[in-house]
């Protein structure tokens, strides 16, 4: 799991983290029952902050409750995707574009730490290649310093990750999606905010644009 922050600060929160990427990747198929004794076993986790985390997820449309019945994992409806990238791509490009103008010195240089990464990675490692792009998004989310924007940002990219990992074994070109971020870091770190913010957006649609070619 990619913690999207440096620190846990609750129970809550460490439930919240660990069931939701346990969603987000599938482990939690969609449409499935949460069992909430499973959860506070394996997670060796209390009842409140399970069902603290819980709550979140339902706000954030990655679990729903239905009365008499239980909760379940939200389906994935693909027809949402077009609407989920409209409201991607005006956000993370305006968040690229604070990155480069905000960036600190701390932050670029762990940018330029993954453009090395980028040049490295495996092509066959769909695991770390998944990591890795969750750990560039979050770092120009953190970058871009509005803590707001990034709870924003947060949700819709979760929600975007679970279609990444319906699609996996469908020849989905991974790769050259991750590296992508390449010359976006590379725009951030050199402060070109116009040019961090135009490859964001190409990148955000050309997402869709490689579900849609394998639907």
Known sequence: MVLPRASVQSQGERAYLLIRDQIVTLRLKPGSVIEES?????????????REAL????????VSFVPHRGTFVTDINITDLGRITE?????????????AQRAGAGE??????????????????????????????????????????????????NLSLRVWFLVLDRGVRLKEAVKEHRDLLDAIVS????AAEAIMRRHVTGFEDAIKAVL
């Open 38 to 50: 499973r959860l506070r076993s394996e997670l060796q986790l209390g009842r409140t902050p399970i």
């Open 55 to 62: 709550q979140r997820l339902g706000h954030e449309n990655l």
């Open 87 to 99: 409201v991607r791509v005006e956000m993370e490009g305006y968040a690229a574009r604070l990155a």
């Open 108 to 157: 670029r240089a762990a940018m330029e730490s993954l453009m090395a990464e980028l040049d490295s990675i495996d092509a066959g490692d769909y695991h770390t290649l998944m990591q890795l792009d969750q750990r560039i998004h979050r770092l120009v989310y953190q970058a871009a310093r509005n803590d707001f924007l990034r709870d924003a940002l947060e949700q819709y990219f």
């Open 191 to 194: 402060h070109d905010a116009a």
